[in-house]
């Protein structure tokens, strides 16, 4: 199983970037789907996730800003960033929770991570 992320980049602020993540392998099913990110000198923090009927939760920070959606068909999440602000700036990790067969618990896998950079 492998989830490939993509859509990072350099950006002004008041910007916007849009990232992609597909999880790709032997899957049976794609359960929760997420961002995180980490800035430098700093832990790994929640951004966005999304179940797969498509409920939402959102950092406080970026509520109103960014946008988490998925695709369950080609087992792929989305971020919609706009107005991103220098604080934004981290490298974006895509989570998702996924069975490789029937009966078998969920367990994490994740992407390697997108950079992410807002200039000011």
């Known amino acids: 199983v492998q989830l490939q992320a993509s859509g990072g980049g350099l950006v002004q602020a008041g910007g916007s970037l849009r990232l992609s993540c597909a999880a790709s392998?032997?899957?049976?099913?794609?359960?929760?789907m997420g961002w995180y990110r980490q800035a430098p000198g700093k832990q790994r923090e929640l951004v966005a996730t999304?179940?797969?009927?498509?409920?939402?939760n959102y950092e406080d920070s970026v509520k109103g800003r960014f946008t988490i959606s998925r695709e369950n068909a080609k087992n792929t999440v989305f971020l919609q960033m706009i107005s991103l602000k220098p604080e934004d700036t981290a490298v974006y990790y895509c989570?998702?929770?996924?069975?490789?067969?029937?009966?078998?618990?969920?367990?994490?896998?994740w992407g390697q991570g997108t950079q992410v950079t807002v200039s000011s």
């Open positions: 392998g032997s899957i049976f099913r794609v359960d929760g």
């Open positions: 999304i179940t797969r009927g498509g409920n939402t």
């Open positions: 989570g998702a929770d996924l069975s490789t067969s029937p009966g078998h618990v969920p367990i994490r896998y």
